[in-house]
């Protein structure tokens, strides 16, 4: 368990995809509950990249979605709902997880779902670069449809009443906060619970990132047996 400020984690989490060696681009998955922080992470992780000179792709599983009419036939704060049926794993691994990895033809496309219009998106492709590294934030990342995708698995943890109090503010003047708990107790917080029961995320995670204080982070490097990681932990 390491103790740290935000700057160490970051400045962490970068030598660590910096110490991946492969030869296609780096898939890195920021995994965690909703209003975890794992968006403000992944979009800082990416600047830290950025700015030590590499090719960064940003992109998020909520450009992923299932069309509305497909996502809610158990109902609308149904979390099984949530987990089984709001995303189209098929659809990214085919435009983007598989063209970066091994033997990928590294052509692209980021979205294929604008959720403000609830449209089908279709993009024109972009060719990332070989030493290219996709930094992807959303929820359910480490399940068995993806889990192989990744050259480094990072999960962001912070507690479900944190995560609810961080929900209302950021959703202050979009939703009440009625509103805004019961999606969170009955939805995702338990579609949460669903994901840990059935996959265990923590385990097959290389970083955990407890983001209770973001200021103050608290961090565990994963020594998995048998992992397939192609880096040494960090010393």
């Known amino acids: 368990m390491v103790h740290g400020t935000r700057v160490e984690l970051l400045e962490h989490l970068a030598e660590t995809v910096g110490s991946v060696a492969v030869a296609h681009p780096t898939r890195v998955a920021v995994d965690g509950p909703p ?18 000179g590499r090719d960064v792709i940003r992109a998020t599983i909520d450009d992923f979605l299932h069309p509305r009419a497909q996502r809610y036939p158990r109902g609308e704060y149904s979390a099984e709902g949530c ?20 033997g990928g033809h590294r052509r692209i496309q980021h979205a294929i779902y604008d959720r403000v219009a609830d449209a089908v998106l279709s993009p024109a492709l ?40 961080r ?16 999606r969170w107790r009955e939805r995702y ?7 840990a029961d059935t996959v265990r995320p923590t385990r097959h995670a290389d970083i955990v990132v407890h983001n209770d204080e973001p200021d103050l982070p608290v961090w ?5 047996t048998g992992s397939t990681a192609p880096f040494p932990p960090p010393g």
Request: glycine residues 4%.
């Open 35 to 52: 209003a975890a922080g794992k968006t403000t992470l992944a979009d800082e992780l990416a600047v830290v990249l950025r700015e030590q």
């Open 189 to 195: 917080i338990p579609s949460q619970q669903l994901y």
């Open 126 to 165: 972009t060719t990332a670069a070989a030493d290219a590294v996709l930094v992807f934030d959303g929820v359910f990342l480490l399940r068995p449809e993806l889990i192989d995708r990744w050259e480094l698995r990072i999960f962001v943890s912070a507690a479900p009443e944190k995560t609810v109090d």
């Open 220 to 224: 565990e490097i994963a020594q998995r």
């Open 83 to 102: 987990y089984y049926d709001t995303h189209d794993y098929d659809a990214l691994n085919r435009v983007l997880l598989d063209p970066l990895g091994p």
């Open 167 to 182: 929900a209302v503010i950021r959703e202050r003047g979009a939703s009440t906060r009625a509103d805004v708990e019961r």
